[in-house]
């Protein structure tokens, strides 16, 4: 599975605005923000704004897709 990429994140005042490959995909305030912040320089910062705009690929879309009960 790839890693996560295209996500980069703006400060804007108190409020920290995720953008994947440049259209909004998440608005963190508050305690999720400084979450965020304390959490971007020590984690990967792709994977983690994967994660928190829940655009994160768990590697069973295909497996699911052929499984029989999602045949029509």
């Known amino acids: 599975m790839p890693a ?3 996500f980069e994140h ?3 005042g108190d409020e920290i605005v995720i ?3 440049g259209v ?3 608005t963190l ?3 999720k923000a400084a979450d965020f912040l304390a959490r971007i320089d ?3 910062p ?3 704004m994967a994660r928190l705009t ?3 690929r768990r590697g069973n879309e295909r497996a699911a897709r052929r499984h029989p009960r999602n045949q029509s």
């Open 46 to 48: 792709q994977l983690l």
């Open 4 to 6: 996560p990429h295209g």
């Open 24 to 26: 909004r995909a998440a």
């Open 10 to 12: 703006l400060v804007r």
């Open 42 to 44: 020590t984690e990967d």
């Open 54 to 56: 829940g655009n994160y």
């Open 19 to 21: 953008l994947h490959h």
């Open 29 to 31: 305030r508050g305690a």
